[in-house]
């Protein structure tokens, strides 16, 4: 199944066999999932950059976490209800003094910023994706990464399995990854069996969830194993040293030095 972060990469880790994964780019300095905190993991020298999508009220991809406007605007409704022109008029910067009246970026202002600069972890959101494949988020998404030429460099990933299999459908070579929801599968499904049940790439769970038997099983398979979202340097070295694959954090910067720090598995 082989290590999809690791080969998705535009060049080489710093610490090898590991990849730092800027959450929603550079979040913690920066407003999440705007162009201002994707410029900013790529100053860090993220490996990777996180991002969330969801789909306009006129079917543009637009990257956006919360399906509700309030938490990152301020404003009210939802991102479904409203065009993309129309969301383009709030503020989602407001919380950052010096990033008021950023705007939200559609998917393919991302690839257009992001392409031979930075791979991309494209999630894709649950409350975007319906049982459709050929007129969907994933073929939206999926058709804008072609068209800037980032499917070498894109994962897509979802804790709606029905994602990751429409990905497939569409694309059979699209490299995917498990967002681990208990709602979705038994606790005592090994990994290596959701993975290879949806013909997905990699397993991403929380710091909460992961166990050395995860791990272990993860290992055996040849499957790379992501965690989210850590921030604190005590929990990335004890993560690095259990043999995760990558780590997602909010300060890219922090987990590239610690990663670099950590002593060798």
Known sequence: MGRPCHTLLYKKPAREGFAVIAHRGASAYFPENTLLSLEGAIEMDADMAEIDVLLSRDGVPVVVHN???????????????????????????????????????????????????????????????????????????????????????????????????????????????????????????????????????????????????????????GIPVNIYTVDDPKTMRRLITMGVSGIFSNRPDVLKRTALEAPAV
């Open 67 to 221: 399906e509700r406007i309030h938490r990152a605007t301020g404003g009210r409704g939802r991102v479904a209800h409203y065009t993309v022109a129309e969301l383009k008029r709030f503020d989602f910067g407001y919380k950052f003094k010096a990033a008021r009246g950023e705007q939200v970026p559609t998917l393919e202002e991302v690839l257009e910023l992001c392409a031979g600069r930075i791979a991309l972890n494209i999630e894709i959101k649950s409350g975007a994706v319906q049982d459709v494949v050929l007129d969907g988020i994933e073929a939206r998404c999926l058709e804008l990464v072609y068209r800037h030429g980032m499917e070498s460099h894109v994962v897509f990933s979802s804790f709606d399995p029905r994602a990751l299999l429409h990905c497939r459908i569409i694309d059979p070579s699209a490299v995917t990854a498990v967002l681990y929801d208990d709602r979705y599968y038994l606790r005592s499904q090994a990994p290596a069996a959701i993975v290879g049940h949806l013909r997905a790439d990699a397993f991403n769970c929380s710091k909460e969830e992961i166990t050395e038997k995860w791990i272990a099983d993860c290992a055996a398979h």
